[in-house]
């Protein structure tokens, strides 16, 4: 991040986004905020615009109505800087497989524009704390899913950046390497980063997240902490049980399992 000035604004302010695709709403009126110091959970069922959105924030893609500032600046007025305030893991890994890891770790330093020594020395210490070491000189079309995983991780931590947007990011990870991310993300809101993360396993998201927004067909349908999630749709249970009520989806599950167990019990006949 160096030679950019961040302020104390808030690290996301999104007002009434909407992305349309040929006509059809992905996001529709999206409005939320996400702090320093906190990690705001993005969950949703397929199709609810958690990764359209995601991709508004960092700049991938403009709105079709409304706005969002990342730390003050617009993605679409600023997109360098937005760049720079943002580290990036995304659902689906955007690398170079005719690269290895060394090589597109200096390739993403120089676009980054670190200095060398810097660059050199965080990357070396990424590599070491993510036990990549061996596969430093290996094509990353050759490694596997959990290893890919990590280089996106190093990617977006390497320039130290005040945000980081994190969509599935303990997809293919061990256990070792999900527990040293968790870690990295305590480490990062001490620091009073602020994390956006976007997760399919509820019982990760209840357990890291300090506010939940849930999105349904685009549109926030629910937003607060656990608790207060828990309270808004009158439910004591877990995080999937507040998701599903929110959505609208338990009486379908409940449906569901009743239709098998009706099948099951033919069967057995």
Known sequence: MEGLKVSDALAIEAN???????????????????????????????????????????????PSDGWVKVFGFDPAIHPIEVKTLV????EEKMLYES??????????????????????????????AFDMKEYYDTLIGALSLGTRQKIAIINALVHEPPLLVLDEPLSGLDARSARLLKEFMNIHLENRGAILFSSHILEVAESLCTRIGILDKGRLVAEGTVDELRDLVKSHGSLEDVFLKAVQQDTEVAQAVQILRQALAEERR
């Open 99 to 128: 690269l290895t890891p060394k090589e597109f770790f200096d390739f993403i330093a120089s676009v980054r524009r670190l200095p060398r020594p810097v660059a050199t020395k965080r990357v070396r210490s990424l590599v070491e």
């Open 87 to 90: 580290g990036l893991v995304p």
């Open 16 to 62: 009434r986004l909407v992305r349309r695709f040929d006509g059809k709403v992905a996001v529709n009126g999206l409005s939320f905020e996400v702090r320093r110091g906190e990690v705001y959970g993005l969950l949703g069922p397929n199709g609810a615009g958690k990764t359209t959105t995601i991709r508004m924030v960092c700049g991938l893609l403009p």
